[in-house]
């Protein structure tokens, strides 16, 4: 029998996010440097990523506002990424994934950049940086505090 | 004792070849691991009224999955559902499965998992077929990779618990020694804990023999009232426990670190069955990563939240240990087709159950427990299986 494979799209290169028309207005504040959790207008509920309901008490997104966060962090998690997932990848390991928890509330998946791998540890402060990667869109990454020290 | 204990039972398993089976697409393993479950259970193909299926990674059928397999199958179901909660799916087809033919919505359940992740698909295409806009705008940039996904997991337990390294491989080395004792695995070759943090690193802190397998392979199974049961071929195995529980779906959710939902899907098996961890004979845990038994033996209760790792030491989990844990090689040595990969836990626990399991029997088994698990951590079903109803 003749085999039909899936098609499979040749995404091997680093995506940069496309901004939707729901989220445009949150990637437009990381382009001027400004990370945004969404707050809702009626129970306050802090939220990341933007998201169209509340999900706390699933009132509508227009009901909610994008508030800057302070960009202070703490490393709940990590990996040393080491087998690049894709082609586009290999220039890029090792990586840092990791799991921050916002001084605001919100966690986010995350990269931990401009630090040494063997450095990095559960519990370590992290404070944002920004990579632009097009006209529309900048990456919210993480780096050491250096306020707090290393760790 | 509540609910559907003791309600139905699984009549018929069935397999097909796994690990690099390029002779055979996505729907023909799925046909063959069909004929293979009925032909073990003795019935006829058109006592067949109900069946589940899950829609292929490689070889998608849009919208009709369940259809088009029944069609090839020349079934007539009246009962009829195309399932999708990752690798979960195959334990939670049995609960749902279980409460139709408790109610008499039908008789017989044909429940099918199969795909040929090995040969139809390429590696850096299983991340990105997941096309929600949340994950491709605000996962996709990170290249969390899923290892790297799980070794947050890994570290996280290290960094509270002081889990290490040589523990997550513990639990490889004893599913390899398990596959070893079969001749129905892909990779058996017994290995040592040196040989596991010899392997390269693919996400810190986990190695390449941290990780499952990509494979091609797929089960079946019938479900069927358990007064129904006696009337097949071989014993019937009863579903006395079943619990699912879904907590997140994208990694920004991830509730905890330190628990999964396997503590409610667990909680509520054991519930019903009126069962506690030390009642179970094997349990057929869910290893894509060796983290991840670790946090199963702590949420599921077989010891104490922190402890997983001392747990797996010394043989403990290993047949003729204090508890037989992935007697089939599972997810690690075994094969893992994707979402069907726990379907061969379901399988294993009849098989354990019925004593069919040889080298890997583990001696007077009777009950047996069985855990599925999607996303990131995010879906646990447990599955609980006695000899009795």
Known sequence: ?151 | MTGLRGQAAIVGVGTTPVGNVPELNSVQLHIEAAKAALKDSGLERDSIDGLMTFNSMTEPIPMFHAEAIAEQLGLSPHYLYTGAVGGAQPLAAVHHAAAAVSYDLCNYVLIICADNLFSGLQGHWTRTNNRAPEVEQFEFPYGATTPATYALYARAHMAAYGTTSEQLAAVAVACRKHASLRDTAQMRTPITIDDVLSSRLIGDPLHLLDCSLVSDGGAAWIVTKAERAPDSAKKPVYLLGAGEANWHHSPSHIRSLLETPAKDSGARAFAMAGLRPSDVDVAELYDCFTPMPIIQLEDLGFCKKGEGGAFVEGGRIEVGGELPIITHGGLLSHAHPGFPGSSFNVVEAVRQLRGECGAAQVKGAEIALAQGQGGSSSTHTTLIFGTEP
């Open chain 1, 1 to 151: 029998m003749t085999r039909v494979l899936a098609y499979r799209p040749n995404e091997v290169e680093r995506p940069c996010p496309k901004p939707t028309p729901d989220t445009e207005e949150f990637w437009r504040a990381t382009v001027n440097g400004e990370l945004c959790v969404q707050v809702c207008g009626s129970c306050a509920h802090k939220q990341y990523p933007p998201r169209l309901y509340c999900e706390a008490c699933l009132e509508p997104a227009s009901k909610s506002s994008l508030v800057p966060v302070s960009g202070q962090g703490e490393v709940l998690s990590f990996s040393v990424v080491r087998r690049p997932p894709s082609p586009g990848w290999a220039e890029h390991v090792p990586y840092v994934v990791a799991l921050v928890h916002l001084e605001e509330g919100p966690q986010l998946l995350t990269n931990i950049i401009e630090y040494p791998v063997e450095e990095i540890a559960v519990g370590m402060k992290v404070q944002l940086v920004f990579e632009r990667c097009s006209d529309d869109a900048a990456t919210p990454r993480f780096t050491a505090d250096r306020k707090s020290g290393r760790k």
